[in-house]
C-alpha cells in the first residue's frame, strides 16, 4: 500500500476555514447533477458543476435508428419540453430527405410547440419556487400545468412523451373541436399565471432576495455563449423565433422580452414573461391555421438521404436555442446526429456567477439559469 | 401447505401459545404478586368519606359511578395530572397534533390540492397516526462517526425542553403547572436552552449539512432572543409582575395588545424566527442545505424533534396570548352548572344521585380555558398563514432584521411603555 496517487491525480491543499459540499447528485437542491461547492463560512469561494450523471447517448443511438424511429428516444432528454426538443431534428430530416411539408401542420407544429414551451417553464417555475421555499410557488404551477397537458393529450394522444412531429408535418391532425377547447384553456392559463405575480413576482422578500444575485453581465452573457432567457434577461434581444423565422414564425407577430438587469431575479421574470408571450402566438396562429388540410406528407417506407449530405437546424426551445446537426451518407440512417443544447451552455456561466456568492443564493442562481441536467448529459 | 409459512402447523401454533401462557402465569405468580402486595404494604390507601380505599371498594364504584367522582376531582387536584394531562403535556400535545393536521390541511387548501385525504374516513383525520405508527416503525440509523450519546440524547433533550416551556402557560385562573413568581424569566430560560440543544444535535452528527443548519440555527436564535426579551420589557412594567398568571389576570379589562402594538408586532415576528417557520427556516432550508440539523435525524428521533417544534409552536403561541391577548380572560360564555344534578334528579320512580363530588371543573375555569384555547388557536393560525405566502430569506436579511430594525422597534415600544407609565395612565394604580 503506497501512498502515491495514480497519474493525473492531485491531492488538493485547502485552506483549513474552507468547507467543500458535495451538492447532489443526492441532494434535492441539485437534480441529476453535482455541484462542488467550496464555502468559507456563508460565502462560496469556488464551485464546480459535474454533470454527466444521467448521459445515456442518444446521439449514438440516432445512428443505429432510421429517421422515423429516432423520433421517439430523441425527445427523452427534456420529456417536458419533447415538442420543442424534436423540432430541429425533424426540420433537418426534412430537408435531408427532401420532404415538402403542408401549411396546416406549419401551424399545428407551432401550437403544439408553444404549449410545450409553456408546460416546460411551468415545471421549471415550479422547482423555482421550491428551491426558495416558496411551498405554494410549486403547487400552483404544477396544478395549471396540468391544464396545457390534457390540451397535448388532446392532440396528440401522449400526456408528456408526445413523439407528434414528424417529418412530413405532425402525427395526427387535430381532433375535432380543438380550437375552441384550444383557446378557452389558454386563455384561463395566461388569466391564471398573471396572477403568480401577486403571490411571487411581487413578493417583496423574494425581490429582496433575488435581485442583484448572480449577475451576469450582458458582455459576458455573449462571451460564455449562453442562450434563451438567460441572455435575453442580460440585455440581449436575441430570439430565434423572430432572428431565424422557422415553421410559420415569420408570418407571426413575435414580442421578445428583454431585462436588461441580467440577476436573477430577471432571469426568472423573462420565462413567465415568455408564457404569457406564447399565449399571444398561440392565438394567432389558431386565427391563421387553415382549417382543412393535410398535415403529414406521405413518406416512403424507409426514406434515404441523397448521398453525402449535412444540415444543421435549430429552433428556440424553452431553455434557448436548441440546434440539431445531421449528417446523411445515403442510407436509411442518419451517419450523425448531434445536439447542441442550450442548458450546457447556460451552465458554463454557473460557477461565475456563484463565485462570491452567499450560500442561501446557490440554488436560485443555479435553477435560474434554465438549466435541465438530462438535456445537458443527453 | 400455505405458500407464506409452508411449516406452519397449527397445533405447534397452539401449543406454543400455552408454553407462553405458562411463563408469564409463572412471572405473574411469582414476581407480580409479591410486587403488587409490597406496593399495597407501603403505600397509604386514601380514605374517601370515611371509606379506606380497599381493592373491593374500587370494584363497587363500577355499580355506582357517583362514587368515583371524589376520587377523580382528588386526581385532578395532583402535580401528575397537571404536569400528564391537562395544562401540560398531554393538553399541549393534543394541541400539537391538531395544528399539524390544521396546517397541512390549510395549506393544501391554499396550494389547489386536497392534502391529507385517505387516511381516516374523514378528510385523512388519521394521517398523523400513521405518520406517527411509520416513524416509531423505521429503523434509526446513527451516523458512524457520530457522536453516539449526545446524538441519542439530542431529541430527547429537545422535546424535554420544549415540554418545561409548556409548564409555564397558564391556560386558566390556578390552572398552570409551574406557577412560578419569576415566570417570565424562567421561559426566557427555557428558550435560551433551544439553541444548545440544537447545536448539540448538530455537531454530534459530525456531518456537514447538519453542522451548517446548526450554525445557522445558532446564529438565528441567538440573535432573536434579544428583541424577543426586549418586546416583552414593555408588558413586564407596565404589570410590574414577571408571575405571568399575574399578568394574564391584569388583563381583565383590556389586553395589552391595544397599548404596545408595536411590542406585540416585534415579538410575533421573533417568534416566527425562533420557531424556525416560513420565511425563517433557515436552518432547514432543503434545497440549499438538505435538511439543515434534522438531516441525519431518521425514525422517532425525527419524529420526536417534529413533536418537540410543535410543543414549542403552542407554547409560544400561549406566550402570546397570555402577554399580549388577555390570556384567560373573555365574556362569560360558558353556562353555570345545573343545580339540579347536585341534589340529585327524579327520572319517573327513581331518583339519581346526589353526586357529591360535581362540578368536576368550576365555571370560570371552564371560561378561562375556553378563551386561552380561542385564542392559542388564532395566533397558531397566523403562525402559520406565513408559510403559503413567502419564499425563505436569507441569512444575511435575517441578522439584518433581527439586529437593527427589530431591536430598534423594541425599544421604541419600551419607551411607549415608559411614557403610559409614567403618564400614570396604565400600570399599577393606574387604569385598572
Given at each position: ?8 491525480l492531485?491531492?488538493q ?24 461547492v467550496?464555502?468559507?463560512g456563508d ?6 458543476p459535474d ?9 449514438k ?10 423520433i421517439p428516444?430523441l ?5 417536458h419540453?419533447?415538442c420543442n ?19 396546416r ?13 409553456c408546460i ?11 428551491f ?7 403547487m ?10 390534457d390540451l397535448?393529450?388532446?392532440?396528440t ?5 408526445h413523439?407528434h412531429f ?10 375535432p ?5 384550444c ?7 395566461e388569466k391564471r399565471?398573471?396572477?403568480?405575480a ?5 413578493n ?8 442583484d444575485t ?13 442562450t ?5 434577461a442580460?440585455?440581449?434581444d436575441y ?8 415553421d410559420?414564425?415569420?408570418e407571426?407577430?413575435i ?9 436573477s431575479?430577471?432571469?426568472?421574470r ?19 391555421m ?5 398535415v ?21 426551445s ?6 440539431c ?7 436509411p440512417?442518419?451517419?450523425?446526429v448531434k445536439?447542441s ?20 443564493n446557490?440554488?436560485?442562481v443555479y435553477?435560474s439559469?434554465?438549466y ?5 448529459d443527453? | ?5 409452508p ?15 405458562f ?25 374517601i368519606?370515611?371509606?379506606l ?5 374500587a370494584l363497587t364504584?363500577?355499580a ?5 367522582l371524589?376520587?377523580?376531582k ?15 403535556f ?7 397534533a391538531?395544528?399539524?393536521?390544521v396546517?397541512r ?11 391529507p ?12 397516526m400513521?405518520?406517527?405508527?411509520k ?5 434509526i ?11 441519542w440524547?439530542a ?6 425542553t ?5 409548564a409555564?402557560?397558564p391556560?386558566a385562573?390556578?390552572?398552570?403547572v ?15 436552552f433551544?439553541?444548545i440543544v440544537?447545536i448539540?444535535?448538530?455537531w454530534?452528527a ?13 446564529f438565528?436564535?441567538v440573535?432573536f ?28 379589562s ?5 397599548f404596545?402594538?408595536?411590542?406585540a408586532?416585534?415579538?410575533?415576528i421573533?417568534?416566527l ?11 432547514e432550508?432543503?434545497s ?8 441525519e435525524?431518521?425514525?422517532?428521533m425525527y419524529g420526536l424533534?417534529q ?7 403552542y ?15 373573555g ?5 353555570p ?5 347536585l341534589e ?21 375555569m371552564?371560561?378561562?380555558a ?13 403562525i ?12 444575511d ?6 439586529w437593527?430594525?427589530?431591536i ?7 419607551f ?6 409614567y ?5 399599577p394604580?393606574?387604569?385598572?
Amino acid at each position: 500500500m503506497t501512498n502515491e496517487l495514480p497519474p493525473g491525480l492531485a491531492l488538493q491543499k485547502v485552506d483549513e476555514r474552507i468547507m467543500t459540499l458535495n451538492v447532489g447528485p443526492q441532494h434535492p437542491g441539485s437534480g441529476h447533477m453535482r455541484i462542488i461547492v467550496q464555502i468559507d463560512g456563508d460565502y462560496i469561494v469556488a464551485c464546480d458543476p459535474d454533470p454527466g450523471y444521467v448521459h445515456r447517448g442518444e446521439e449514438k443511438m440516432a445512428e443505429y435508428r432510421n429517421y422515423i424511429t429516432n423520433i421517439p428516444h430523441l425527445e427523452r432528454p427534456v420529456i417536458h419540453d419533447s415538442c420543442n426538443v424534436l423540432y430541429p431534428y425533424v426540420l433537418g430530416a426534412e430537408e435531408l430527405l427532401g420532404i415538402e411539408v403542408p401549411e396546416r401542420a406549419k401551424y399545428v407544429r407551432v401550437i403544439a410547440s408553444e404549449l410545450n414551451r409553456c408546460i416546460y417553464i411551468m415545471y421549471w417555475l415550479a422547482i423555482y419556487g421550491i428551491f426558495l421555499g416558496h411551498s405554494t410557488m410549486f403547487m400552483w404551477p404544477a396544478g395549471d400545468r396540468e391544464l396545457l397537458i390534457d390540451l397535448m393529450e388532446k392532440m396528440t394522444g401522449a400526456r408528456v412523451t408526445h413523439a407528434h412531429f414528424v417529418p412530413g408535418g405532425v402525427r395526427n391532425d387535430l381532433p375535432p373541436n380543438f380550437e375552441d377547447v384550444c383557446l378557452r384553456q389558454v386563455n384561463y392559463f395566461e388569466k391564471r399565471i398573471k396572477e403568480y405575480a401577486a403571490v411571487f413576482y411581487d413578493n417583496p422578500i423574494l425581490i429582496a432576495r433575488t435581485q442583484d444575485t448572480g449577475v451576469l453581465s450582458r458582455q459576458d452573457a455573449i462571451r460564455y455563449g449562453t442562450t434563451g432567457s438567460v441572455l435575453r434577461a442580460s440585455g440581449v434581444d436575441y430570439d430565434l423565433r423572430k432572428k431565424e423565422p422557422y415553421d410559420v414564425y415569420d408570418e407571426l407577430d413575435i414580442h421578445t422580452n428583454v431585462m436588461k438587469e441580467g440577476d436573477s431575479y430577471a432571469r426568472s421574470r423573462i420565462p413567465w414573461l415568455d408564457m404569457i408571450e406564447s399565449c399571444n402566438i398561440i392565438r394567432q396562429a389558431l386565427q391563421k391555421m387553415p382549417k382543412s388540410g393535410s398535415v403529414r406528407t406521405k413518406l416512403k417506407p424507409n426514406p434515404k438521404g441523397k448521398g453525402l449530405d449535412s444540415v444543421y437546424k435549430r429552433v428556440e426551445s424553452g431553455r434557448g436555442s436548441l440546434g440539431c446537426y445531421i449528417v446523411s451518407d445515403g442510407k436509411p440512417e442518419p451517419y450523425r446526429v448531434k445536439l447542441s443544447v442550450p442548458s450546457f451552455r447556460n451552465l458554463i456561466a454557473l460557477p461565475n456567477l456563484l463565485r462570491g456568492e452567499k450560500l442561501g443564493n446557490m440554488p436560485s442562481v443555479y435553477w435560474s439559469l434554465n438549466y435541465w441536467p438530462v438535456e445537458a448529459d443527453r | 401447505m400455505s405458500a407464506i409459512a409452508p411449516n406452519f402447523k397449527l397445533s405447534e401454533f397452539i401449543k406454543s401459545l400455552l408454553d407462553n401462557i405458562f411463563w408469564v402465569v409463572l412471572l405473574v405468580v411469582l414476581i407480580g404478586l409479591p410486587a403488587i402486595m409490597m406496593i399495597l404494604f407501603v403505600i397509604e390507601m386514601p380514605v374517601i368519606n370515611g371509606d379506606l380505599l380497599t381493592p373491593f371498594l374500587a370494584l363497587t364504584w363500577l355499580a355506582d359511578p357517583s362514587r368515583i367522582l371524589p376520587v377523580v376531582k382528588a386526581f385532578m387536584a395532583t402535580d401528575i395530572f397537571k404536569v400528564m394531562a391537562f395544562p401540560g403535556f398531554g393538553f399541549a400535545a393534543l394541541i400539537a397534533a391538531g395544528t399539524i393536521f390544521v396546517e397541512r390541511k390549510m395549506m393544501a387548501k391554499l396550494q389547489l390540492r386536497v392534502g391529507p385525504f385517505y387516511c381516516g374516513k374523514v378528510e385523512g383525520i388519521l394521517q398523523l397516526m400513521g405518520d406517527g405508527l411509520k416513524l416509531i416503525s423505521k429503523e434509526i440509523i446513527i451516523p458512524a462517526k457520530a457522536d453516539k450519546p449526545i446524538f441519542w440524547a439530542a431529541p430527547v433533550l429537545f422535546v424535554a425542553t420544549a415540554a418545561a416551556f409548556v409548564a409555564f402557560i397558564p391556560v386558566a385562573p390556578g390552572w398552570v403547572v409551574a406557577d412560578v413568581e419569576l415566570g417570565l424569566l424562567g421561559v426566557f430560560a427555557v428558550i435560551g436552552f433551544f439553541p444548545i440543544v440544537t447545536i448539540l444535535s448538530a455537531w454530534s452528527a459530525n456531518s456537514k449539512f447538519p453542522f451548517i443548519g446548526g450554525i445557522r440555527a445558532l446564529f438565528q436564535m441567538v440573535s432573536f432572543e434579544i428583541p424577543l426579551i426586549l418586546s416583552l420589557l414593555g408588558v413586564v412594567m407596565l404589570t410590574g409582575s414577571l408571575n405571568l398568571s399575574e399578568i394574564a389576570a391584569s388583563q381583565s379589562s383590556f389586553p395589552w395588545i391595544v397599548f404596545l402594538p408595536i411590542g406585540a408586532i416585534v415579538f410575533f415576528i421573533t417568534m416566527l424566527a425562533e420557531l424556525e417557520r416560513i420565511p425563517f427556516d433557515l436552518p432547514e432550508a432543503e434545497s440549499e442545505i438538505v435538511a439543515g440539523w434534522l438531516t441525519e435525524l431518521s425514525g422517532m428521533m425525527y419524529g420526536l424533534v417534529q413533536l418537540g417544534t410543535y410543543l414549542k409552536l403552542y407554547a409560544f403561541a400561549g406566550l402570546f396570548v397570555v402577554l399580549f391577548l388577555g390570556g384567560w380572560n373573555g365574556p362569560m360564555v360558558v353556562p353555570p352548572f345545573p343545580a339540579e344534578l347536585l341534589e340529585g334528579v327524579e327520572m319517573g320512580p327513581v331518583t339519581v344521585g346526589p353526586f357529591p363530588g360535581l362540578p368536576l371543573f368550576d365555571q370560570e375555569m371552564l371560561n378561562g380555558a375556553l378563551w386561552f384555547v380561542l385564542k392559542t388557536v388564532a395566533v397558531i393560525f397566523f403562525i402559520i398563514l406565513p408559510r403559503g405566502v413567502f419564499p425563505r430569506i436569507r441569512v444575511d436579511m435575517l441578522l439584518n432584521l433581527g439586529w437593527t430594525k427589530l431591536i430598534g422597534l423594541a425599544f421604541v415600544n419600551i419607551f411607549i411603555a415608559l411614557g403610559l407609565l409614567y403618564a400614570g395612565v396604565l400600570g399599577p394604580g393606574g387604569l385598572q
